[in-house]
Nanobody, 122 residues
Framework: QVQLMESGGGSVQVGGSLTLSCAAS????????MGWFRQYSADERERVAS????????YYADSVKGRFTISQDPAKNTIHLQMNNLLVEDTAKYYC???????????????WGKGTQVTISS
């Protein structure tokens, strides 16, 4: 069984920063990769950042490159997303995902958290 728990969402003004965290509770094996996605409404979930657990390898959406940084604590099956210079268009619900097998990485996740809201005001 896999459970993902996100934390760190909230509200900040444009130009501010937030850090999201996601801890994976897994009975079997360490995730091969984990990542962050966001969803604005009923639209499709958008890729934000992904990382291969253990040895690194980071991937970012063009819209967040240079502003967001994904990092990991593989011993704790935890990832973080440092978000700087936030924009109004970054407002969304952010979801953590995990993939147990490398064939679906870096973007096709098998398990999802419940999400955490990020709201940026002007």
């Amino acid at each position: 069984q896999v459970q993902l728990m996100e934390s760190g969402g909230g509200s900040v003004q444009v130009g501010g920063s937030l850090t999201l965290s996601c801890a994976a509770s897994i009975d079997t094996r360490r995730p091969y990769c984990m990542g962050w996605f966001r969803q604005y409404s009923a639209d499709e979930r958008e890729r934000v950042a992904s990382i291969y657990m253990g040895y690194g390898g980071e991937y970012y959406a063009d819209s967040v490159k240079g502003r967001f940084t994904i990092s990991q604590d593989p011993a704790k099956n935890t990832i973080h997303l440092q978000m700087n210079n936030l924009l109004v268009e970054d407002t969304a619900k952010y979801y953590c995902g995990a993939a147990l097998y490398g064939t679906t990485c870096p973007w096709d996740m098998n398990y999802w958290g419940k999400g955490t809201q990020v709201t940026i005001s002007s």
